[in-house]
């Protein structure tokens, strides 16, 4: 038999996991967009260091007259094999989102499937749900300052409003 407090925490685990994939995902994602971004620029500045040297050892006018036609290939080259980088991270980032929502929806069901088993039983769903809220309401009432029964500056029950009627003598 399962513990009454396992359905809640399923869910709330359930759903914690699935954000922390997501981020997970994104954090790759991210990853591997700026190591291309880098692995372009590296081959951005070898290409100005070729081109500076083609310049420079330029001999005669029509070595330099086909300088911008060898740059503009592979200016080309370089833009398609950065565009094949790009679709391939969209495929990987949509192959792994669409993976990851099979397994939210698998998760979500296994969720439900406990929550209906346990509905059968006698025990409620609401008592669990509230046994959780009661215990952090337990936890809180430890600490004057997150429930606002801290000690007063000024000295406590003489700084204290009095409550309840006064009576003359």
Do not use: Y
């Not at 971004?37 to 100005?48: P, Y």
């Not at 509230?130 to 309401?137: A, L, M, N, V």
């Amino acid at each position: 038999m399962t513990d009454q407090t396992d359905v809640p925490l399923a869910f709330f685990s359930a759903n914690c996991e699935v954000g922390l994939r997501a981020l997970t995902l994104l954090q790759e994602s991210r990853q591997r967009f700026l190591e291309i971004q880098l692995e372009a620029i590296r081959k951005d500045i070898k290409t100005t260091h070729e081109v500076g040297a083609q310049l420079a050892n330029a001999s005669n006018f029509a070595a330099l007259a086909a300088l911008p036609v060898t740059f503009l290939r592979n200016e080309a080259e370089h833009c398609a094999h950065l565009m094949q980088a790009w679709m391939s991270l969209a495929i990987h980032n949509q192959t792994a989102i669409v993976e990851q929502m099979r397994e939210i929806g698998e998760s979500w069901q296994r969720c439900q499937a406990m929550s209906l088993q346990q509905a059968g039983n006698t025990a409620s769903m609401v008592a669990p749900v509230q046994d959780i809220f009661e215990k952090f309401r337990q936890g809180t009432a430890w600490s004057p300052a997150l429930n606002g029964t801290g000690a007063q500056a000024g000295g406590g029950a003489a700084a204290s409003p009095r409550k309840g009627p006064v009576h003359a003598s």
